[in-house]
């Protein structure tokens, strides 16, 4: 079956720079993989979404990228802010024609330091 | 944007009694909700999915008869926790899908805080 990671240790940058996570899968190639922000006590929020024939996608100052061949995702947020602190999860579809059920890593926890 | 609210958003209740989530879709309809269940720094888990006007699949070890779920219109599925025990106690978080959008668009609602003395 389909596994998720991400790095479990949570990340500590300082204000302004960018921060970079990273979400590996193990098995088959997703068709899109999806970025989730989760703040303490609250459901996730979707971010981005990044499907198996691009390569990058942007939206503001979030950037992902793809690449099958690795089976990773990276995440990264630049010119990061305090505001940014967060867990960010990454979710895969748990198969094919599984009816957009989602699986999802453990998260990493963003903290930025003014 | 889509949005989807979770009542009540925290519940403490004592062992044995049983505990009613609702779920709803504010601004869409929702042919598909999906449960899930967060444990403290744990990753979200699929608990079951729930599509209005049939029975809710249920994911492999959980348990239908405990976790009763309810889809009974385009806007709401609730979920009732039958039976609390502590070990019950947890973030119970629902996902909505829009009829309109792709099938991998899932709106979130804010989560239910359970705990169970």
């Known amino acids: 079956s389909q596994k998720i990671e991400q790095n479990s240790e949570a990340l500590n940058i300082q204000e302004g720079k960018t921060a970079t996570l990273t979400c590996n899968y193990t098995?088959?190639?997703?068709?899109?993989l999806q970025w989730y922000r989760q703040d303490p006590g609250r459901g996730p929020v979707f971010l981005l979404l990044?499907?198996?024939?691009?390569k990058e996608k942007r939206k503001e100052r979030l950037k992902v990228t793809f690449d099958t061949t690795l089976k990773q995702s990276l995440f990264h947020i630049t010119a990061s802010q305090p505001a940014d602190s967060a867990t960010y999860l990454c979710?895969?579809?748990?198969?094919?024609?599984?009816?957009?059920?989602?699986?999802f890593g453990q998260g990493t926890e963003l903290s930025v330091k003014p | 944007g889509a949005v989807v609210s979770q009542h009540p958003s925290r519940v403490i209740c004592k062992s044995g009694t049983s505990v009613k989530i609702e779920c709803r879709s504010l601004?869409?309809?929702?042919?598909?909700m999906f449960w899930y269940r967060q444990f403290p720094k744990q990753s979200l888990m699929l608990m079951a999915t729930?599509?209005?006007?049939?029975?809710?699949?249920?994911e492999q070890g959980v348990e239908k008869d405990k976790f009763l779920i309810n889809h009974a219109s385009l806007t709401l599925s609730t979920l009732t926790v039958t039976s609390a025990h502590p070990e019950d106690s947890s973030f119970y978080i629902c996902?909505?899908?829009?009829?309109?959008?792709?099938?991998?668009?899932?709106?979130f609602g804010p989560g239910t805080r359970l705990l169970v003395l």
């Open positions: 996902s909505a899908r829009n009829l309109r959008s792709p099938q991998e668009t899932q709106y």
């Open positions: 098995n088959y190639s997703p068709a899109y």
């Open positions: 990044i499907r198996e024939n691009e």
């Open positions: 979710a895969l579809p748990r198969g094919y024609n599984q009816g957009g059920k989602l699986i």
């Open positions: 601004d869409f309809q929702a042919t598909t």
């Open positions: 729930s599509n209005e006007g049939s029975k809710a699949t249920y």
